[in-house]
């Protein structure tokens, strides 16, 4: 429920409020297609036989390549510095990064036909739903440091509470991806690696996410992972507390501000 409700958030808005934005950014220029096209890829594997779907898996030694497609940073992401003229393709992005994690959780093997066991499949498939939300994390970040930036060059007349709104709900939506990981850091079937993955991608970028997000949202975050962290091996746990630490203890500026 909560990734249908980023996904609408972020669909809905990502055009609204932010008009007039120019084509050259810091993400590649053919990063959007690129991720259109890998999302596609592994979709069309997805393969139906005597009536039981079955999904692609990273350790196959050909399915693992078409998926690690989907996670290609240099040519889906690209390098910092982002600004406002990013947004839309940041979007996009999260929004196949997003029909990813949908895909493996929301599996039925009936091909939909019964309700998804999610407690299943987030233990089984793991390792694909992991290395999603690891790069959801980068992506996020990115997405609010643009979001940022947009927000500091509006001018007076532009600076109106529709817009504002409009800002107020597209970081939420990427709230509520981190919101995600911190929960599945609360999975005690996570395996170590993929704890440690999740762990670090949120001390990795600790600095982007905090600066984004207000006071009281900081303070939920941290207590979301302070709940994980019994559930955690000592490397994990050590890069969680990185990002709580960071959460109390950062000032609080620009995108933070907007209540």
Known sequence: MMMRRSMARLAVLGGACLLGLAARAEVPANGS???DASVAAVESMISVERGQARLPRLADPVEGKVLE???NEPAILGAAPYSADDIPALLNIVQKQ????????LYSPDGGKTPPDTARNTA????ELARSHAFLLKV???SLVAINDFGAHLSKDEKTETRFDGIRQMRLGLQEIV???ALALRNPALREANQTLLARGLAENAAAIVAGIAPADRAALAAALRAAQPALKPEAKKAVEQFV???EKAPCDGLCRLQ
């Open 33 to 35: 297609a690129y991720v």
């Open 69 to 71: 497609d989907v996670w």
């Open 98 to 105: 997003t029909r990813i994690l949908q895909i493996y959780t």
């Open 124 to 127: 089984e498939y793991q390792d």
């Open 140 to 142: 996020v970040a990115a």
């Open 179 to 181: 919101t995600g990981v």
């Open 245 to 247: 630490g960071l959460a």
